[in-house]
Structures are given as C-alpha cells and as structure tokens.
C-alpha cells in the first residue's frame, strides 16, 4: 500500500486578531498556495491575504451585455427578417417595445454568469477537500476555530520547518493533512 500524499499544513490560530496578523505574516513570507478559514467574515483579512479583487464582476458584466444583446438581436431578427408585419403602421423595428424582453435576458445572463463564474474561480464543483481529513478542522471550522492551511504544493513550504514557523508566528495548535487515498 502506498504512503499518503500530503496535502499540506493546517494551523489553528486562537482568535480572529491572531488569524489577521498571522495571514499577514503568511502574506510577507512570500506563501502563494495557502487559505484562511473561519467560521464567519473577518474584516480585512482579504487585505490580510494580500488577494486581489474578484474577477467575478467583469464576468457577470460581460455575460449580463451578452445576454441584452442576444435578447434584442433576435427580436430585431424575429420583427425586420424572419416575420415581417406591418401593424397598424408601426415601424418593423420598434425597440421601446423590446427592452422588457432585453433587460430580463441581461439579468438572466448576468445571474446565469454570477453562478458559472464562482463555480470556475472556487474551483467547484469538489466533493471532498483534504482538509476534511482532519478531525479537529471538522469540529471547529464552523463553529469558533480560527484556520489557516498552506499547501504542501507551495514553493515556500518545507515541512517541519514551516510547522516550527508557524507555531512561531502565533499558531496554537499545528498539523499536517494528508491527502485523500483514493
């Protein structure tokens, strides 16, 4: 039987100052395949983390102005091409009558790309993360603990090295995650 792969390092920090400065430590190291966890939003730790904005919004925008282009093209497609009816001597492209059908269209884009979009940046659908191999991140993850899991995939991690690091920076309590054996 093979020896199980590492997933990485998980540290426990005991509150959400500690979990702050500890991510900005992290950060300052020059760490890049890491995350913090915690049981409910920390203000500022994204800044903490050093993570740039979201790329979701110029998803959502893009997918939102397709959507309110394709609504209006097929209708100007359906009323000057494809069914051509002169009614009661109106032009054959009338647009205030097609902006209900455009703007649903862009929010159903919009909503349709917001949904896409997280999917793709969270890397979601996964059934199982390592992380959920460990007994104490499964008990206090959602409840009051305070997490921060480098990966064992990160040019910075060494180990034993980091693990003593860790604790030095603020951890109270440091393990490492093995991978799933699948």
């Known amino acids: ?14 509150t959400t100052s500690s979990l702050y400065h500890g991510c900005e430590k992290i950060r300052d190291a020059g760490f890049k395949d890491w995350d913090a966890h ?10 903490a983390m050093g993570l740039p904005r979201s ?6 925008f893009a997918s939102a102005m397709i959507g ?12 000057t091409i494809a069914y ?3 009614i009661s001597a109106k032009p054959l492209f009338s647009w205030p009558a097609f902006i209900p059908v455009t703007f649903e269209l862009s929010i159903l884009f919009g909503s349709l790309g917001a ?3 997280m999917f793709h940046f969270n890397k979601l659908p996964r059934w199982h993360h390592p992380l959920f191999n460990s007994e104490r991140f499964v008990q ?18 060494k180990g034993p ?5 860790l604790r030095s920076i603020g951890a109270v309590h440091v393990e490492l995650v093995l991978e799933d054996d699948e």
């Not at 039987?1 to 005991?14: D, N, Q, R, V």
């Not at 993850?141 to 064992?152: L, N």
């Open 84 to 86: 051509p009816l002169v």
């Open 1 to 14: 039987m093979a020896e199980p792969k590492t997933y990485g390092i998980l540290a426990e920090f005991a």
């Open 115 to 117: 949904l896409f979009g």
């Open 38 to 47: 915690a049981p409910f939003p920390v203000h500022g730790l994204e800044k």
């Open 140 to 157: 206090k993850a959602s409840d009051d603990g305070f997490f921060v899991s480098i990966e064992a995939t990160d040019a910075k991690y």
């Open 55 to 60: 790329k979701l919004p110029w998803v959502v």
């Open 161 to 165: 090295e980091t693990q003593a690091w």
């Open 68 to 79: 309110a282009a394709g609504g209006m093209t097929l209708q100007w497609w359906v009323a």
